[in-house]
């Protein structure tokens, strides 16, 4: 199907583990970005691609790393997992030919660390 | 860098009232603008968005934004509210580096 999709939908992990969340979208969009919700900071920006294999830090970044080998791919890794980083995690992404370039989003990834 | 400023953090209204949500940005050059909504439970979705043209925007179940570029502000407006309106609104903004930037949300409660 068409659109953004990320997985998993929700994931329990321990302090000190690595995680891995997922973002697949369709569109071809050249950009894609990762935000964290918590309550009381709305949305804040972890990290964003402008295109394959170009990333930048957002607002947020420490304690997180990306990689965008495909255009299609942003998989976003908890490198050592803290309880601070439970949190909903949103990828998003958008394109040249999005007017404004607008960004769409998935449905998020609900992480609790342990 | 740009950042997004939203002035009320919960918003409580009866069915049938007026709303509006403040918004500020903190950007000189030309932006693009947008309003998300977040039911309970479901990921953002576009409510309207301004990039060029009218300053006046209308968006999807009768809202509705205005872009004052002196003000650097960009307000939601619905005239009349229904108890579905309950939901989270985010303000948005990109610049000349695609960033796509939120206000920290403001919590609209409607009661039947």
């Known amino acids: 199907d068409a659109g953004i999709t990320q997985s998993p939908r929700y994931k329990i992990t321990e302090t000190g583990r690595q995680v891995t969340l997922m973002c697949h979208q369709t569109w071809s969009h050249s950009y894609m970005f990762w935000y964290r919700q918590d309550l009381g900071h709305g949305l804040r920006l972890i990290y964003y691609s402008a295109a394959a294999d170009i990333t930048d830090k957002g607002e947020v970044p420490d304690g997180y790393v990306v990689s965008r080998s495909k255009t299609e791919n942003f998989p976003l890794t908890l490198e050592s997992a803290t309880r601070s980083q439970t949190s909903v995690y949103f990828c998003?992404?958008?394109?040249?030919?999005?007017?404004?370039?607008?960004?769409?989003f998935g449905q998020g990834t609900r992480l609790t660390v342990v | 860098a740009q950042s997004v400023s939203q002035h009320n953090h919960h918003v409580i209204l009866s069915e049938a009232a007026s709303l509006e949500l403040g918004c500020n940005y903190s950007y000189g050059g030309t932006v693009n603008l947008f309003w998300y909504v977040q039911y309970p439970g479901q990921h953002l979705q576009l409510l309207l968005k301004y990039f060029s043209g009218d300053p006046l925007v209308k968006g999807i179940k009768g809202f509705e934004a205005e872009f004052i570029k002196s003000k650097f502000s960009f307000n939601l407006r619905k005239p009349s509210v229904q108890w579905s309106d309950t939901a989270e609104y985010f303000c948005?903004?990109?610049?000349?580096?695609?960033?796509?930037?939120f206000g920290a949300g403001t919590t609209v409660t409607v009661r039947a």
């Open positions: 948005a903004v990109n610049a000349y580096d695609y960033k796509l930037s």
């Open positions: 998003a992404s958008s394109g040249h030919l999005e007017p404004g370039l607008e960004a769409f």
